[in-house]
């Protein structure tokens, strides 16, 4: 039963606009996530994080919304670069489990 | 963030041997290591966590006898995948994290295993 979803699984963005990347999540008992970049035949990068407490949170070009009640989180690029292509997998930690989504390929067009 | 690296990076066997694949935190300890296989275009699918010193929490469906994962010391882990088959070829993927208090998990580089 996957306990994080990501709906969208490509998404194709114009250079210089913003990308966003869509997770929903199933329990309200998880209180992390994360988001995570991922190569091709490389391992993930974490990328960016929110606490349950949080609504937002920023660092640099990526900004990441927690809607509690909707129980959905978002990933903001922007502007895209064409560097950003990748696999963006959202991930929620409790405890000691870590629940990924299925992934959304990101493709930005130059 | 912190370092984890994975060896080697892709590896191509024999059916029926063994191939074993090292996980290591370069520059912290890893209380807890984490495996995962992603399938082409899929997601990481957990095979088992591992906290240094104890036996793994295998996932449901993954086997034990096959995939034997080891967590001998705080920067660590090995995942051998024993008389490998060619269902068994995939991407695998260590991470690790610190002490209580970690929120992050950061990842090797992956591996991927070919068995022909």
């Known amino acids: 039963d996957q306990q994080v979803k990501q709906n969208s699984p490509s998404l194709s963005v114009q250079e210089g606009r913003i990308s966003i990347l869509n997770c929903d999540y199933t329990?309200?008992?998880?209180?992390?996530f994360l988001w995570y970049k991922k190569y091709p035949a490389e391992g993930p990068t974490f990328l960016i994080s929110?606490?349950?407490?949080?609504d937002k949170n920023e660092d640099g070009r990526f900004t990441v919304f927690l809607n509690k009640s909707a129980k959905h989180l978002s990933l903001h690029i922007v502007p895209s670069q064409p560097g950003d292509s990748a696999v963006y997998f959202c991930?929620?930690?409790?405890?000691?489990?870590?629940?990924f989504g299925t992934g959304t390929s990101l493709t930005v067009i130059p | 963030g912190a370092v984890v690296s994975q060896h080697p990076s892709w590896v191509i066997c024999k059916s029926g041997t063994s191939v074993k694949i090292e996980c290591r935190s370069l520059?912290?300890?890893?209380?807890?290591m984490f495996w995962y296989r992603q399938f082409p275009k899929q997601s990481l699918m957990l095979m088992a966590t591992?906290?240094?010193?104890?036996?793994?929490?295998?996932e449901q469906g993954v086997e034990k006898d096959k995939f034997l994962i080891n967590h001998a010391s705080l920067t660590l882990s090995t995942l051998t995948v024993t008389s490998a088959h060619p269902e068994d070829s995939s991407f695998y993927i260590c991470?690790?994290?610190?002490?209580?208090?970690?929120?992050?998990?950061?990842f090797g580089q992956g591996t991927r295993l070919t068995v022909v």
């Open positions: 591992s906290n240094e010193g104890s036996k793994a929490t295998y």
């Open positions: 329990n309200s008992m998880f209180d992390y």
């Open positions: 991470s690790a994290r610190g002490a209580f208090g970690w929120t992050e998990a950061f």
């Open positions: 520059d912290f300890q890893a209380t807890t």
């Open positions: 929110i606490s349950s407490i949080k």
């Open positions: 991930a929620t930690n409790t405890g000691n489990q870590f629940y």
